[in-house]
């Protein structure tokens, strides 16, 4: 056997005499355990326990299995670990995260020794230890182990950490290559989609899905800022799109289902990404993909926004009506919003809030975050059109909209100086070559 495909596990863990150990296309399948480690968080148990990695390497435990510790161990409130967390609810992963109420109560790495009996996520935080004030994050890394009461088959994909449903929702033997596009790349294209995966190799955490989740996104995990981690899982999910041979681009597709769906995960929970500025922007593609990929009914219908007005992205996209002329503009932050006139009427445009907020949806091009929510979004809408998803996505002002705004944003004048708020070159090229 290759030991090299043992290098996920610490050796000093291993229980070589008992059970099996088999290694399903470089991942651990199966082994027995007395501890398992990733990411920088170890969880050791009473004794060994058969024990595996799913398609994206994360570990699950056959058990009831009784966890005696958790490495780094909670100290002074921080290092917190949680079993299967709730939405939008206090967390004890560190207690001094912003906009939060720290519920020491549900930290169960100071529950030692913690009997597991049903399948369950147990979320494990590493602390930062330097600065954390203003919007700087509290946690630099959260880690999951499933608890499950029977042996998933190789391959599978972790089932979502939020709430207290582990099915097993698939297999990277289920993906569907064929949906994924195989263009030639374009001027700011990845040179190498393996190592692109690595961006997506940890959990992305939606437990917070207000404005206030950003101090809930550890720093190695993901961007704090919508704006940032829509830009990335752009920039992936438009990676796919690539002629690059499928045994490329597997870490990265399975990396991008697993956050797909762990985001509908917590929409199964009820979850809403309201439209907020550039907070909330990004989620609803990777689950759509997800959803396609294991061609999963039950994920896709999150994905038509006529059944399911969730994600910010069609929250924030409408068409014109006169309800939208006659409602007097109600000022952000002293920044100008211009009325809506007749003439304008049909038109597909876009507002900050527009869904729970169309009085302060303004006309003008520069009114406030429409890059800062456009510049990451495009990605996105490109990837839908590639992958022809336009009808499940279910919401036509979004593509109509975007199309104008590519027509005023990719102007080289216009992009100039924007940076993160701007087309990125990658996207801007994709376009320009392919829609």
């Known amino acids: 056997m290759n030991m090299q495909l043992l290098k996920r596990l610490p050796l000093t863990t291993l229980s070589f005499a008992a059970l099996f150990l088999t290694c399903f296309q470089g991942t651990l399948f199966a082994a027995t355990a007395s501890s398992v480690e990733r990411f920088g968080v170890t969880w050791t148990f ?24 958790i490495s780094p161990a ?24 912003q906009r939060d109420t720290f519920d020491a109560e549900a930290n169960v790495a100071t529950q030692l020794p913690l009997k597991v009996t049903k399948p369950s996520s147990i979320l494990s935080a590493i602390s930062l230890v330097e600065d954390t004030t203003r919007d700087n994050p509290q946690l630099d890394t959260i880690s999951i182990l499933t608890v499950l009461t029977e042996k998933p088959a190789a391959g599978s994909f972790r089932p979502p950490y939020q709430g207290d449903d582990k099915t097993i929702l698939g297999n990277k033997a289920d993906l569907n290559y064929d949906i ?6 374009v001027e700011g294209a ?47 999910l438009l990676a796919l799109q690539l002629n690059v041979p499928d045994e490329q681009k597997e870490a990265l ?17 009820g979850g809403k990404w309201n439209a907020d500025g550039g907070h909330n922007q990004g989620r609803k593609m990777p689950m759509l993909l997800a959803g396609l990929a294991l061609d999963n009914k039950e994920i896709l219908k999150y994905a038509n926004a006529e059944a399911y007005m969730i994600f910010q992205e069609d929250q924030q996209t409408f068409y014109v009506e006169q309800k939208h002329v006659d409602t ?13 006139t007749p003439e304008m009427i049909g038109k597909a445009e876009w507002g900050i809030r527009n869904y729970n907020e169309p009085d302060r949806s303004g006309s003008n091009w520069g009114a406030y975050y429409r890059t800062v929510s456009g510049a990451p979004t495009i990605t996105h809408v490109l990837v839908a059109h590639l992958m022809g998803v336009e009808e499940i996505w279910n919401h036509p002002p979004l593509f109509e909209y975007y199309d104008r705004y590519f027509e005023v944003e990719s102007e080289p004048e216009v992009r100039k100086g924007k940076g993160t708020n701007g087309i990125q070159t990658f996207t801007l090229n994709m376009w320009n070559a392919y829609r």
């Open 46 to 69: 009473d004794r060994a326990y058969e024990v595996g990695q799913f398609a994206n390497g994360d570990w699950w435990v056959l058990g009831p299995v009784t966890i005696t510790e």
């Open 74 to 97: 909670s100290v002074d409130d921080k290092n917190g670990s949680m079993i299967n967390p709730a939405l939008n609810k206090n967390l004890a992963f560190d207690t001094r995260m």
């Open 180 to 185: 994924l596009r195989k263009l030639e790349p």
């Open 190 to 236: 990845p040179e190498d989609l393996v190592a692109l995966a690595e961006k997506f190799d940890r959990p992305y955490i939606e437990l917070k899905l207000g404005w206030t989740g950003r101090y809930t996104h550890p720093k190695s995990n993901q961007p704090a800022y919508g704006r940032e981690l829509a830009h990335r899982l752009g920039y992936g």
């Open 253 to 269: 597709y399975i990396n991008l289902v697993q956050i797909g769906i762990d985001i509908y995960g917590a929409a199964r929970l």
């Open 328 to 340: 007097p503009r109600r000022e952000i932050r002293n920044r100008r919003l211009d009325p809506y």
